[in-house]
């Protein structure tokens, strides 16, 4: 009984670093470029950068590059590089991988 209680811990453990970091880059991002027009520059690039090491953190190496870079582009001023590498960005975290709920485990 020890050994399925630990495998649960495990994987709630697991599911909750998920939404720590997947999850919230996500909300982030679409909070970001759904209101991009009432925010400064300056928030999109500190938002962009923390959701860049929110993916890096997860391991997301790609996704956290893209983010970074689009962080960088608001500075350029140039708003269309920095909305395709917001959009390549969103794409390649909406590819990760979840982590897959398992089948209901009794724990006494």
Known sequence: MEIS???LREEVLERIKYVKTCVLA????LLVRT?????EPKD????????????????????????RKAAEAVNSK???????LCAQS????????RPQP????YVA
């Open 5 to 7: 209680r630990k495998k």
């Open 26 to 29: 996500r909300e982030l991002c």
């Open 35 to 39: 209101n991009r027009a009432v925010l």
């Open 44 to 67: 999109v690039q500190e938002i962009c950068s923390y959701i860049s090491s929110l993916c890096k953190e997860e391991g997301c190496k790609e996704q956290s590059e893209l983010c």
């Open 78 to 84: 140039d708003e269309a590089k920095y909305l395709e």
């Open 90 to 97: 969103c794409m390649k975290c909406g590819e990760a991988r």
């Open 102 to 105: 398992k089948k209901a485990t």
